[in-house]
C-alpha cells in the first residue's frame, strides 16, 4: 500500500527522490520519509514529515533549508506511506533505523512475524523507536550485520527470516553507493538510467528517467550500485532479472491541465474505453482474444464463471455476471474476495474464475484467485497493470488500457472494466457458440459503439454538475436499480460515500419494499436508474413508492425520454444503449454528481480520508 523509491549516482538524489514520490503518493499519503548516505560523514541523513495531506510539501521545504552537496551522488531512499501498524505520525514514517542510526529501511507490506522478531530483539537489547512492523528490519540487518555479514548477505537472509508480504529497500553509512532491497508478493521495479541506477514499488516513478526496466522477482534481492545492479536468489545465487515493456508516457500521469486527477480521469473515459476495446473485436461479430493465452477449445468446456473482486471492480464484476448470462448463456457468479478466501471453497470443474482488479494488487482478490487456481480450475486476472501480482498468477492475463489511474476513486479504470468484462462475455458466447451470426454482429456492433456514446455522455457533465449543485447540502441519499443498473447504483453510491463522506445507501429497486423503505421520509434524496429496459414499468413503480413518502427522486435516464422526466423531480439524462451496455454509459453522471457534491463540500476528491488506491491488507 506505500511507496518506495530508491536512487544510486545522481546528483540531485535527494529532490529526485521527492520528485518520484510525488508519482507515488497514490499509494498512500499518511506520511513521507527519505534517508540519503552522507559521504564523508559517513553516516545517514534522513527527513520525515506527516502532515495530512502535505507530507511531501514539507519536506520539500525541509529539504531547500539543507545543505544537499553533502550527499550528491549517493544512495538514497525514499516511502510515502498508508498506516497499516502505528498511526500516521512522524515517528512512524519510513525510512526506519537500527540501533545505531547506521541502516535506513523503507518497507511496503506486512511483516506477519514482527511481534515476535521485535521481542527476541528487544531482549537481545535492540531499542525501538516507532511502532511499525518495518522497524524490525533494520534491528535484524544490523545483527546479521555486526559480525562482518556483508548486506547483501544479511538481505538474502530476511527472506528466511520475515513472514508475510514484502518490498523494502535499505542503505547502509558505510556504503554510500549501494541499495539493497528484497521483495515478496508487493511488487519492486529497477530502472537503469545513464549514470545512476533506481528502483520503485511501481514503474510510474520511473518512467520519467528511464524506460530501461526490470522487475525484481518473488523472493530475490537485489544489490543496486550506480553502474548497474545484480539479482540473487533466497541461496544468495546470481539470477538473470527479467525486462518489463511499458507503454505509458509521464505525460499520462499528470493531470493535463484539470483541476484534478479525478476531473482528468473520467474526462479519458472515451479513450479507456476506446483502447480497450481496440482490437478485441469487429463489426461481422468476431472477437479476436489471442493475447489471454487460452484457446477457445478450452474456454467451450466452460460451465459456470466466478468473478471475484473488491470495491468498484467488485460492481464490475456484477455487470459481468449480467453479459456472461445473457450471451454466453451459462450461470455466473459474483463473490467479494475477502469473503470468498476465507470461505471453504468448493469449485466445480469447469469453472472459469475471473479476478477483477484495476491495480492487479489487491491482497484479498489475489489471495482469492491463488486459492481458485489451487483448485486446479482455469482463472483469469483482468487488471490495468502490466506484470502486477495477478497477471502473473492467473492462467490468462487481459489487460484494461486506461492507463495509470491516479485519483484513489476508481472511475476510467472502472468503464475500462466493464467494457473489457463485456468484450470477454462476448468472446466466450463465441466459444460457446451461443449466439447466432446476427446476434452476435448487433452485440459487436453496440460495443463498438461505446467509445462514441461515452463521449456524448462526458458532453452532458454541465448538467450533471447543476444538478448536483443542488443537492449538496443533503446528507441522506438511496441508490436504486435492477439488473444491469443496480450495480450503476453501486457505483454511485460509493463515489458518493467515498468521495463527499455522505451516506448512501443502494439497494436492488424491488428490495426497498422489505426493509429500507422505512427510512425514507421528506428530505430523503432517492436516485434511480431508470433508463429503458424491460424493466423500466417496474423502476417507476418503486419511483412512486419513494416519492409517495415524501422522498425527492433524481434519474438517470434516456434523452430526450419525457415521460420519465414527467414522473421525478430532476434528471440525468444519458444517450440511450441496449441494457448489457448502459452500465458503461450510466455511472458517468453520477461519478460526475458525486464529484460536483464533494467539490461543493470542499473535499479532496483525488485523495479521500481513510482510503488508499492500492489495498495490499487485509
Ligand atoms: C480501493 C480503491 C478502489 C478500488 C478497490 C479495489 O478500495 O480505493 O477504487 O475499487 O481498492 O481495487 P482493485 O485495484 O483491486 O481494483
Not at 511531501?56 to 545543505?67: E, F, Q, T
Not at 522497524?135 to 546479521?144: F, G, K, S, T, Y
Not at 497477471?391 to 488500457?401: F, H, I, P, Q
Not at 441494457?579 to 476528491?605: M, N, W
Request: net charge negative; with cysteine; aromatic share 6%.
Amino acid at each position: 500500500m506505500c511507496g518506495i523509491i530508491g536512487i544510486t549516482g545522481a546528483q540531485s538524489v535527494a529532490s529526485q527522490l521527492l520528485e518520484a514520490l510525488s508519482l507515488l503518493e497514490y499509494r498512500g499519503y499518511d506520511s513521507a520519509g527519505i534517508a540519503v548516505v552522507e559521504k564523508e560523514s559517513g553516516s545517514i541523513f534522513r527527513l520525515r514529515a506527516a502532515e495530512q495531506g502535505g507530507s511531501l510539501h514539507h519536506l520539500i521545504g525541509s529539504l531547500g533549508k539543507a545543505d544537499t552537496s553533502r550527499f550528491e551522488y549517493c544512495a538514497g531512499i525514499g516511502h510515502t506511506r498508508w498506516a497499516t501498524h502505528g498511526a500516521p505520525t512522524t515517528v512512524n514514517a519510513h525510512p526506519h533505523f537500527d540501533c545505531g542510526s547506521s541502516i535506513a529501511v523503507v518497507h511496503n507490506g506486512i511483516i506477519e512475524n514482527h511481534h515476535q522478531l521485535a521481542s527476541d530483539l528487544r531482549a537481545r537489547g535492540h531499542v525501538f523507536s516507532s511502532e511499525t512492523d518495518t522497524e524490525v528490519i533494520a534491528h535484524l540487518l544490523e545483527e546479521e550485520t555486526a559480525d562482518g555479514r556483508t548486506m547483501k548477505d544479511a538481505v538474502v537472509s530476511l527472506l528466511t527470516t520475515l513472514r508475510g508480504a514484502f518490498a523494502l529497500a535499505c542503505i547502509h553509512k558505510d556504503f554510500p553507493e549501494t541499495i539493497y532491497a528484497a521483495r515478496r508478493t508487493s511488487p519492486l521495479v529497477i530502472g537503469m538510467a545513464d549514470s545512476s541506477c533506481l528502483l520503485a514499488s511501481d514503474v510510474a516513478a520511473l518512467v520519467e528517467t528511464t524506460r530501461n526496466l526490470f522487475e525484481l522477482g518473488d523472493d530475490q534481492v537485489a544489490e543496486v550500485t550506480p553502474i548497474g545492479f545484480k539479482v540473487y536468489d533466497q541461496l544468495g545465487v546470481e539470477m538473470t532479472p527479467k525486462p518489463i515493456k511499458v507503454g505509458w508516457s509521464i505525460e499520462a500521469a499528470r493531470k493535463g491541465g484539470f483541476a484534478d486527477y479525478m476531473s482528468k480521469e473520467i474526462n479519458e473515459q472515451q479513450v479507456a474505453v476506446a483502447e480497450t476495446i481496440l482490437g478485441r473485436l469487429n463489426e461481422s461479430g468476431d472477437s479476436e482474444l489471442e493475447e489471454l493465452e487460452i484457446d477457445e477449445a478450452s474456454l467451450s468446456k466452460v460451465e459456470k464463471v466466478l468473478l471475484v473482486a473488491c470495491g468498484s471492480s467488485y460492481h464490475a464484476a456484477l455487470v459481468g455476471r449480467h453479459a456472461i448470462e445473457a450471451w454466453a448463456k451459462i450461470p455466473a457468479e459474483v463473490d467479494i474476495a475477502s469473503e470468498m478466501r476465507y470461505r471453504p471453497m468448493r469449485i466445480q470443474e469447469n469453472t472459469l474464475v475471473i479476478a477483477i482488479s484495476q491495480s492487479g494488487e489487491t491482497t484479498d482478490t489475489y489471495h482469492a484467485l491463488k486459492q481458485a487456481r489451487s483448485q486446479g480450475v482455469l482463472t483469469i486476472a483482468m487488471t490495468n497493470v502490466v506484470g502486477s501480482l495477478m497477471s502473473r498468477e492467473a492462467d490468462g492475463v487481459l489487460y484494461t488500457r486506461a492507463g495509470p489511474e491516479i485519483g484513489v476513486a476508481s472511475t476510467k479504470c472502472h468503464l475500462a472494466q466493464l467494457s473489457l468484462l463485456e468484450c470477454l462475455a462476448f468472446h466466450l458466447a463465441g466459444a460457446k457458440s451461443a449466439l447466432s451470426g446476427s446476434e452476435k454482429a448487433a452485440i459487436a456492433g453496440d460495443i463498438m459503439n461505446l467509445p462514441k456514446l461515452v463521449e456524448k455522455t462526458l458532453a452532458r457533465q454541465d448538467q450533471y454538475h447543476k444538478v448536483a449543485e443542488r443537492y449538496s447540502e443533503f446528507r441522506d441519499f438511496y441508490y436504486l436499480g435492477r439488473r444491469s443498473g443496480f450495480p450503476i447504483a453501486l457505483e454511485g453510491a460509493l463515489k458518493l460515500k467515498e468521495l463527499a463522506y455522505v451516506r448512501a445507501e443502494a439497494y436492488p429497486a424491488g428490495e426497498m419494499k422489505h426493509g429500507p423503505i422505512s427510512l425514507i421520509e421528506p428530505g430523503s434524496i432517492v436516485v434511480v436508474v431508470a433508463k429503458r429496459s424491460s424493466l423500466w414499468e417496474k423502476i417507476m413503480a418503486n419511483v412512486e413508492e419513494m416519492k409517495a413518502r415524501g422522498a425527492t427522486v433524481i434519474a438517470v435516464i434516456d434523452e430526450d425520454d419525457e415521460e420519465s422526466a414527467s414522473l421525478v423531480d430532476d434528471v440525468l439524462e444519458t444517450p440511450a444503449v441496449t441494457e448489457i451496455c448502459s452500465p458503461v454509459i450510466g455511472v458517468i453522471p453520477l461519478q460526475t454528481f458525486a464529484y460536483s457534491i464533494a467539490k461543493a463540500r470542499g473535499h479532496d476528491v483525488d485523495r479521500p480520508r481513510n482510503l488508499a488506491k492500492v489495498v495490499t491488507v487485509e
